[in-house]
């Protein structure tokens, strides 16, 4: 349906004079019949009727009216949902109760003019693609490949170095400790079933596993966090790796440990990644947000922290 008639045979039925509606919409009284005329040839009806006072809707045209107001309504929704400015920023994060997210909902206090559009997609490869085909604005991952191999047309940025804890129950030989060293934990059972071979998190704490003599147990099914949770919380022997800025929430009668690993402290390189080219200005204001040039990346850096190899390249 021809939308310029339609925004035509609104304009009309509110002025009540094609002469008002063509004056309104910047074009001849000429060109308003015209379109009128269109419109009326393809739904097969007659939308107004000449009186002496000008045009005049008929049976046909009230009905119609208020679906073409509703039309012309989605036509700007539809515009305004891609229109750098008027869209919303659409961000990718590894998961809504983690860092990443955390981080934008700082920003967004910090710029509330700003529309955000949280998306979690699955893995830095179907994210990068994201960003590089427009579908996205702006996506955090840890980036497993070196710069060489991102395309030319990709920029990042390493944004949150965040450290990682170790989650126990009450009953776990380390449940009083205060902090541990990573080589504490050779010989004991971590329980990560959320990790999915060929993800960045999975490339991540398989080289963490190997550089400390780590045994991560990846098997079982993936039911979420609170029933992984649940099962730490009644077992003596499992335990769990956290993000130090992960949202946790269990009953009180779980009496779960949250507890600091350090000596080195083994911390999860968070990346923003963006298209240079991209306009909306909500990015270039979480790119200011997120990298300010004084004081560069948040989270701890220093010798005592250990970041995978392929993490340590883009340093």
Do not use: C
């Amino acid at each position: 349906m021809d939308l310029d008639a339609v925004r035509t045979f609104v304009a009309v039925a509110d002025a009540g004079q094609f002469q008002e509606a063509g004056a309104e919409l910047g074009i001849t009284q000429q060109a308003v019949s015209k379109r009128i005329a269109a419109l009326e040839k393809d739904l097969g009806v007659r939308l107004f009727g000449r009186t002496a006072r000008g045009a005049q809707l008929t049976i046909d045209g009230q009905a119609f009216l208020p679906h073409a107001r509703t039309l012309l309504q989605a036509e700007e929704r539809a515009a305004a949902s891609v229109r750098p400015g008027r869209r919303p920023l659409r961000v990718d994060v590894i998961g809504r109760g983690l860092a990443p997210a955390k981080l934008l909902r700082e920003f967004h206090l910090a710029h509330s003019a700003t529309d955000l559009d949280v998306v979690t997609l699955f893995g830095a490869d179907a994210a990068l693609a994201a960003v590089r085909s427009g579908t996205i604005d702006a996506s955090f991952r840890a980036l497993t490949r070196p710069a060489r191999q991102i395309a030319d047309d990709i920029e990042t940025a390493r944004v949150l170095d965040e450290p990682i804890q170790l989650v126990t129950g009450p009953g776990h030989m380390f449940a009083a400790a205060k902090a541990l060293t990573p080589s504490q934990l050779a010989g004991h059972r971590i329980w990560m079933p959320g990790l999915v071979a060929g993800t960045e998190w999975a490339a991540y704490y398989n080289e963490l596993a190997a550089a400390f003599g780590i045994t991560i147990d990846a098997i079982g099914p993936n039911f979420g966090i609170e029933p992984l949770l649940e099962a730490i919380a009644d077992s003596p022997e499992l335990a769990t790796f956290v993000g130090e800025q992960t949202s946790l929430v269990w009953p009180a009668h779980w009496d779960l440990r949250r507890i600091s690993v350090h000596g080195p402290t083994p911390v999860y390189p968070h990346s923003l990644i963006w298209r240079p080219d991209n306009p909306h200005p909500g990015l270039a204001a979480l790119r200011a947000y997120l990298i300010p040039e004084e004081t560069g990346r948040r989270g701890i850096e220093g010798a005592d922290t250990w970041t995978p190899a392929w993490a340590r390249r883009r340093r």
